[in-house]
């Protein structure tokens, strides 16, 4: 800490004091500038258009005071989440009852910077610890940042030797993926009575049979992406496919694709009837005919989004990417106080958000730049939510993912982002090997990421909450018969896996260290307790997921089998 002091003068000097990045309007004028963000005191002043273009000194040039505000933001947001999982404890009783339905005294007020009226419009509210523009790289997923699989091969512990080119294997093998059939046949309980290659059997489908699709979607993979409006869809959506025989329109689409959906639902839960043949046509005929429908409605609207986002869970990567460049093209447009933002669409924002961040990260795919809106977006609360004790665990558990998928991506941006690294390291460092530019980080700042992941645990609300990683963990594993799971241990198992994903991607410097330190010199005992914990926390990971209990299908997983 000699150079302390040499620090505090250069920081706190303010004739000294450089720009680290200023605004277009002022680096133009040739100004000073007090990079306040949305707008800058001079553009304000003045009336002026104020942008800002990120460059590399401001990444070079962090100071301490600046990293230091950042972590106090993230700690004043921790105690929000602290404040609101008290609250839920000591209104438990409540929820028996139903929750309050005033937006002021919500639970949901805590989570979110947002005041929701009966109409369900989004109005902006003082909260100024939940406002996350200067940590924007952070929730932005780098598009080069080396915790994918793939990455791993590149250790010099690993026999193979992969060029940049042939890290990227699995975008390859996703354009080459055969593409999906384009059969519209019918599913077996249908087939009687339909000459090939007619489409008219989805007028033979009765009221029973489309109450068991959707209930089968609505009860399985609704509460863990809450894409539509369960009570907008049974009193609106549904009632107007099947008012017009399923005429080509944005309701009949979405039931199309919730059936195709509550069909792998079905077919899994004891009614195979609903398959084409074989496991790999579950729902497709379905799926096919909305999609033939959504060709001659897609547009610019949050009705596409919203079947885009359906599709992307039925066929993943490419269709999830297209929703997410229509969010990007939609949401400045709503910077215009004629385009109130709903609570629906900040829903739609945020799941889309965190399909894409999920892929980006288990493939390092190409992102489609919609991380770098996340900074200005509320967070989605829907109105009439707290009524229900059922919706409001799906929300909990929704606002939980989007705070560990933040979480997430500031562990990827501070370990593992390939340009924050390379913009960080300077003379002797620069030549460290990019597979484990890691080591260059300080132990602080992994022991001060696993504090937060720890915070985030103690906030999950209850019904969600789970015990922190210890080894003991490991010998408790129950068997792994493939078993129904209810919808509480489903959502818990999924927090759970991305948790400990999380701690196994903190600690994962210190199976580095482990596997290429110098063994003339013993592993000190804080480096192998680090390596122990990211290897326990990758099995536990695994364990609670859902992936060696449930068919692969009704997983919401990347690389679940539905991505044919």
Not at 27 to 41: F, I, Y
């Amino acid at each position: 800490m000699s150079n302390q002091p040499n620090q505090t003068q250069t920081t706190n000097n303010p004739s000294r004091r450089q720009a680290l990045n200023a605004c277009e309007a002022c680096r133009k004028r040739k100004t000073k500038c007090d990079e306040r963000k949305p707008a800058c005191a001079r553009c304000t002043r003045l009336g002026l258009e104020c942008m800002y273009i990120e460059t590399v000194a401001a990444k070079k040039n962090l100071s301490i005071e600046e990293l230091t505000g950042t972590l106090k933001r993230m700690d004043e947001k921790l105690d929000v989440l602290t404040a609101l999982a008290q609250q839920n404890d000591g209104h438990h009783q409540a929820h028996t009852t139903g929750l309050a339905s005033s937006p002021g005294n919500s639970q949901f007020a805590a989570f979110s910077p947002l005041n929701l009226g009966s109409t369900g419009i989004v109005q902006n509210a003082s909260t100024p610890f939940l406002d996350t523009g200067r940590v924007l790289e952070e929730l932005s997923l780098s598009q080069r940042h080396s915790t994918a699989p793939q990455h791993l091969l590149t250790w010099p512990c690993s026999t193979l030797s992969m060029s940049e080119p042939d890290l990227q294997y699995p975008m390859e093998l996703e354009i080459k993926r055969p593409r999906l059939s384009r059969s519209t046949a019918p599913p077996r309980c249908l087939v009687a009575g339909t000459p090939a290659g007619d489409d008219s059997w989805l007028s033979r489908l009765s009221l029973s049979q489309v109450s068991l699709l959707t209930q089968s979607y609505f009860q399985h993979f609704h509460p863990s992406c809450l894409i539509l409006n369960e009570s907008l869809f049974y009193t609106q959506v549904l009632s107007n496919a099947v008012q017009t025989n399923f005429a080509p329109n944005y309701s009949s689409c979405t039931v199309l694709l919730v059936c195709s959906l509550g069909s792998i639902v079905a077919h899994y839960s004891g009614h195979e009837e609903w398959s084409s043949g074989n496991e790999q046509d579950i729902g497709l005929g379905f799926f096919n005919l909305a999609n033939g429908m959504f060709r001659d409605l897609e547009g610019g609207d949050w009705e596409s989004v919203q079947c885009l986002l359906l599709m992307g869970v039925y066929d993943a990567w490419q269709v999830n990417h297209k929703a997410c460049c229509t969010v990007s093209i939609l949401v400045p447009l709503y910077a215009n106080p004629c385009y109130p933002w709903e609570a629906q669409h900040c829903q739609l924002f945020w799941i889309a958000y965190l399909q894409e961040s999920q892929i980006l990260a288990e493939f390092d795919f190409p992102a489609s730049g919609l991380g770098k809106l996340a900074s200005s977006m509320p967070l989605p609360v829907i109105p009439g939510a707290g009524t229900d004790p059922r919706h409001a665990q799906y929300q909990f558990f929704f606002l939980a993912l989007i705070s560990m998928r933040k979480l997430l991506n500031r562990i990827l941006f501070h370990l593992y982002s390939r340009e924050h690294i390379e913009d960080t390291t300077s003379g002797e460092q620069a030549h460290i090997e990019k597979s484990a530019a890691f080591l260059s980080v300080s132990p602080s700042v992994i022991f001060e990421l696993d504090r937060q992941l720890e915070e985030w645990r103690t906030c999950l609300p209850q019904g969600l909450e789970f015990s922190s990683y210890s080894e003991a963990q490991l010998a408790e594993i129950p068997g792994l018969d493939q078993t129904h799971r209810s919808t509480d241990e489903r959502l818990r198992g999924q927090l759970q896996a991305r948790y400990f994903a999380a701690k196994s991607i903190i600690h994962r410097p210190f199976i580095y260290k482990a596997l290429h330190r110098d063994h003339t010199a013993p592993l000190t005992d804080a480096d192998a307790a680090g390596a122990r914990i990211a290897v326990g926390s990758a099995l536990m990971s695994v364990v609670v997921s859902g992936i060696l209990q449930e068919p692969l299908a009704l997983l919401l997983h990347p690389i679940n089998s539905c991505r044919r």
